[in-house]
């Protein structure tokens, strides 16, 4: 339903969709909204904490309202509802999606092992920016040449992408603190200011740890009260915010005059402009309408938030303005919160909603944790981490323990430590903020590069949003004692993290590329590699896409025998969210028929699922068994000896496997498409008719030794290297690579491809030291 509802937003509708449409949106009220919706618990109390008093007058509450009014206006409606969204990854969405697009549209990818085979793949393309334009064409060329050349710019590129997706992480421990603990903020108008603080806290903490310790079992099992609750909270805010309206000023709509924020900043100045970091909390969750466009369709958000979440957040910000504007003489500055502006009858009901609303945004806002950290390890930009999916249905949905347990833990710290919403609120605001700036100059990037629209264009873009977003962040960024701290430091912790994996990650595949064996010396050893060749398939992993990894030498000069099969395995990632199943493997073949070497590339898009049992095997097996089938014509050892001793030329963008027509053949230096061969892809068929269809003896010998192989059983050979300092390397490069990237190496998890449930499989590691 996702596929089809995710096609919405770009062809017309049709009559019949209608109702696939607003069921998404409604559903997508308990997965996006969670946490934009619960903003009202905390934004007038952050705001008015310390910096602004509001007098006898209403010129500060009218000027915060205003400033909330056109602060939700501009950047979640006009901004993203309108422009961001467009801005799709073949339907997914969030920071690196907007990554993923421009390093499709220009060649700034940093993965090592980049081929001009990927090109070929069916999503990998995506062009619906609109008609393009001679001056979008020349500007767009241009800013390409520039970023294709220049590798500082693409590294900065990359740190932009990393630092949102830091940001995004830091969100992830800040939002369920402060909405939980605003959410029972409620009790602080049933006892005294210092009672409070030991009960808040206490209750605040017991349902995070509630929280966290239910993720495990995945969203889909509480899913469905997610949407029931949002839409009951949001009817519930917009009510008592319509009754604030009528009950105590009709007349507060004139605050939404943009006249109100030039008089507010005029009369409170530096106080006025140090309680926009407080103001700027109204729109957390926005990111989640881009983040979360992959599981629902570009239409089916926006209906959601115009129709609904947008004026009920209206709506109970003008009714808290309208209730504060007859209430000026407040006892306590802790009492000009949410609930105080409830009736007392309703009360004790709507902070009971409130809890489950705060439970429900903060579900949304881990799982997004979980797809960001999962994103950045399928492009090596993070450790590898066990992921475990909790629904069979739901691909999205998924569950990594050890981040699960590390953003408990920290947002325990984080309430304990603070104690109240003024320093989490000041910690979560310049995380919301640092994110939206990153998705503005990424999306000004795929204005140019992948829309084709004139520069101009996107330089409007960027200085339009990029101002107003830039103001907040100078208001946060003022308060970074007060605990904006936070954000920066867990964001720089796992930016480290990340960068760190990445370079060594690169360094190392390089070492591989510099020392992979030449086919010369496999042509020479014959037929059987100079070994006994014992019944099986053996799967020698490599990250080489071209060329024969060092480790295989080792078996070969150490060991007696080898397996009649052997296939030299690859998984990579791709910058595209998804691969299609008949697009998965690109199948080669390594020296003559006899030898029975075979090349497998899997490809993998950041959305992709991992098999993890049997599945895997038979889609492995069969996909040689498409490639022998299909294969008319083979080499001579001399072809076979020149096309694999192409050089990897930079970064092993360069892939020449040799074989038939299922072989790609080429370069991207090159960029002769219409010199490529024709890229084909594996099936899955049944052996059995593979044979009625073939008539070569030998191609029907050989997929029958295949099976045979795969009957005596398939082993996982892999190498365990240790990854050193080559000598001469600078201070910073020997900490980063020895000590850094080692440890990260020792305590991540093994490759998922290391792991998968092979039947009747058992695993060798060969140890390496690779000098780097």
């Not at 939700?72 to 801005?87: D, E, G, N």
């Not at 103001?471 to 960024?477: E, H, K, P, T």
């Not at 053949?665 to 099936?683: N, Q, T, W």
Request: with cysteine.
């Amino acid at each position: 339903m996702d596929l089809e509802a995710r096609n919405y937003g770009k062809n017309p509708i049709k009559r019949e969709s209608w109702k696939t449409v607003l069921t998404l949106a409604y559903q997508s009220l308990g997965v996006v909204y969670g946490d934009l919706s619960t903003s009202p618990l905390y934004v007038y109390k952050s705001t008015f904490a310390e910096d602004i008093q509001h007098s006898e007058s209403n010129d500060e509450i009218y000027g915060v309202l205003s400033f909330v009014f056109w602060t939700l206006t501009l950047i979640p409606l006009l901004k993203y509802v309108f422009i961001v969204l467009r801005a799709d990854d073949n339907g997914e969405g969030g920071t690196f999606a907007l990554y993923s697009l421009l390093c499709r549209h220009a060649r700034v990818s940093t993965l090592p092992n980049c081929q001009v085979a990927d090109e070929e793949l069916s999503e990998y393309k995506n062009d619906d920016g609109g008609v393009e334009t001679m001056k979008g064409r020349r500007g767009s060329d241009r800013i390409r040449t520039t970023l294709e050349k220049n590798k500082f710019l693409q590294r900065v590129l990359l740190i932009l992408a990393l630092i949102g997706a830091c940001m995004v992480i830091g969100d992830g421990v800040l939002t369920p603190a402060i909405s939980v603990f605003s959410a029972v903020s409620g009790l602080e108008l049933s006892m005294s200011k210092e009672q409070h603080q030991y009960v808040i806290v206490p209750v605040a903490c017991i349902i995070l740890i509630f929280l966290f310790s239910i993720q495990h079992y995945g969203t889909h099992r509480l899913g469905f009260l997610f949407a029931p609750i949002v839409v009951l909270w949001l009817l519930c805010i917009s009510g008592i915010g319509l009754y604030n309206i009528i009950h105590w000023n009709p007349h507060v709509y004139q605050a939404l005059s943009p006249y109100y924020m030039y008089k507010f900043l005029k009369k409170t100045q530096t106080g006025g402009w140090m309680s926009l970091g407080g103001i700027l909390l109204c729109i957390t969750g926005s990111e989640a309408m881009f983040a979360d466009l992959g599981h629902f369709s570009q239409l089916s958000i926006q209906i959601a938030f115009t129709s609904v979440v947008y004026p009920s957040l209206i709506l109970a910000y003008m009714g808290q303005a309208a209730y504060l504007s007859k209430h000026h003489f407040i006892e306590s500055e802790y009492r000009i919160g949410f609930y105080v502006s409830v009736p007392e009858k309703i009360r004790w009901p709507v902070m009971g909603i409130a809890i489950l609303a705060a439970v429900v945004g903060s579900q949304a806002v881990i799982t997004g944790t979980f797809s960001i950290i999962k994103q950045c390890s399928a492009l090596e930009c993070f450790p590898k981490v066990k992921i475990i999916h909790t629904s069979s249905k739901f691909h999205g949905q998924i569950y990594i323990p050890e981040i699960n347990w590390t953003l408990m833990l920290l947002c325990l710290a984080v309430t304990v430590g603070f104690r109240n919403t003024k320093h989490i609120s000041n910690a979560s605001g310049l995380a919301v903020i640092t994110v939206m700036l990153v998705t503005t100059c990424l999306m000004s990037l795929v204005i140019v590069l992948c829309w084709h629209k004139n520069v101009v264009l996107a330089l409007c873009f960027i200085f339009f949003f990029g101002s107003i977003e830039a103001l907040f962040f100078s208001a946060s960024l003022i308060k970074f004692l007060d605990g904006a701290w936070v954000p920066v430091a867990l964001s720089f912790v796992f930016l480290i993290i990340m960068y760190v994996w990445h370079y060594g990650t690169a360094k190392k595949y390089e070492f591989d590329v510099e020392n992979k064996v030449p086919v010369n010396w496999l042509l020479g050893l014959g037929p059987n590699l100079g070994i006994v060749r014992v019944k099986g398939i053996g799967l020698v992993h490599t990250e080489l896409v071209s060329g024969i990894p060092a480790i295989f030498s080792h078996f070969v000069t150490n060991l007696p025998a080898f397996h009649q099969i052997m296939v030299f395995f690859c998984v990579k990632s791709v910058p595209v969210p998804r691969v299609k199943a008949d697009e998965r493997f690109l199948v080669g073949r390594i020296g003559p028929k006899e030898y029975r070497l075979y090349r497998v590339i899997a490809r993998y898009g950041y959305r992709d699922v991992h098999k993890d049992d049997v599945e895997f095997e038979k889609d492995l097996v069969s996909s040689i068994v498409e490639f022998i089938r299909s294969e008319k014509v083979s080499p001579s050892e001399e072809e076979v000896a020149a096309m694999e001793e192409e050089e990897d030329g930079g970064g092993g963008r360069r892939m020449a496997v040799i074989g038939t027509p299922s072989t790609y053949i080429g370069s991207e230096e090159e960029g002769d498409r219409r010199k490529k061969r024709r890229v084909r892809f594996a099936g899955v068929e049944a052996l059995e008719e593979e044979n009625e269809r073939s008539r070569s003896p030998s191609t029907l010998a050989e997929m029958k030794e295949l099976m045979e192989a795969r009957e005596a059983g398939m082993a996982f050979i892999m190498g365990n290297c240790y990854v050193k300092a080559k000598g001469g390397s600078g201070f910073i490069k020997r900490i980063t690579i020895n000590y850094g990237y080692e440890f990260l190496r020792r305590n991540s998890r093994s490759p998922n491809y290391a792991y998968w449930n092979i039947q009747n499989a058992s695993t060798l590691e060969v140890g390496m030291v690779y000098h780097v």
